[in-house]
């Protein structure tokens, strides 16, 4: 499988990943805050400009957030076509900032260290009796695992049909999509299983 994480020595590579999920809860909290378009279009400019001096070519940079991007350009439309256009703008902004600073998260972040802070934070609910903190580790591990994976492989799909002439529609390509997802997901929880990794205690 593909990662996102990129070798740097920028400020978000040197801070510990604990620090880094904890202030984007509280960017996303303040985002969510304010409706002032002047303050979110500051934290816009602020999330790209962190985002853009990880290390990453500028188009390679880009290109990992196109498909990000386009989800949240139609919600801001769908939101323009029934509500005023303040609050339109104003949801583009938030999300907009918020996938910025997420982006450089995952890109400032190994896996593992994802895995071992999100189980971390999770060990006081298994006080609950409700949860297991490692099954949330390691969920939250593999969907930051498979993203780059997806991705891949819908443009790989994309380009095969480009080379047979075929016309590209949302059918031929989230099928074909969905089932290498999720047969890759069946490998992955046979080789946990195989592990013992999601073996619990009765």
């Known amino acids: 499988m593909q990662s996102l994480f990129i070798e740097g020595s920028s400020l978000m590579h040197r801070l510990s990943a604990r620090a880094k999920l904890l202030i984007l809860a509280a960017l996303g909290v303040l985002l969510f805050v304010t409706t ?3 303050v979110l279009a500051t934290a816009v400019l602020l999330t790209a400009a962190v985002y853009f001096t990880l290390g990453l070519p500028f188009k390679a940079a880009f290109a990992r957030l196109k498909p990000i991007l386009l989800t949240i350009v139609v919600v801001a439309l769908f939101s323009l076509a029934f509500n005023p256009w303040h609050q339109a703008v104003v949801a583009l902004l ?52 498979f993203v780059p994976e997806i991705l891949s492989r819908y443009q790989a799909i994309r380009e095969a049909h480009a080379a047979r002439g075929l016309k590209v529609r949302p059918t031929t390509i989230l099928v074909p999509l969905l089932i290498l997802t999720l047969r890759d997901a069946d490998n992955i929880a046979a080789a946990i299983d195989a592990r013992g990794i999601r073996r619990h205690v009765i």
Not at 98 to 121: C, K, P, R
């Open 36 to 38: 002032n378009i002047a």
């Open 94 to 145: 938030r999300l907009t900032a918020l996938m910025l600073f997420a982006a450089g998260v995952t890109a400032t972040t190994t896996i593992t260290a994802f895995i071992d802070e999100v189980t971390a934070l999770a060990r006081p609910l298994e006080r609950t009796g409700l949860v297991r903190a490692d099954d949330i580790g390691l969920a939250v591990g593999l969907v930051v695992r």
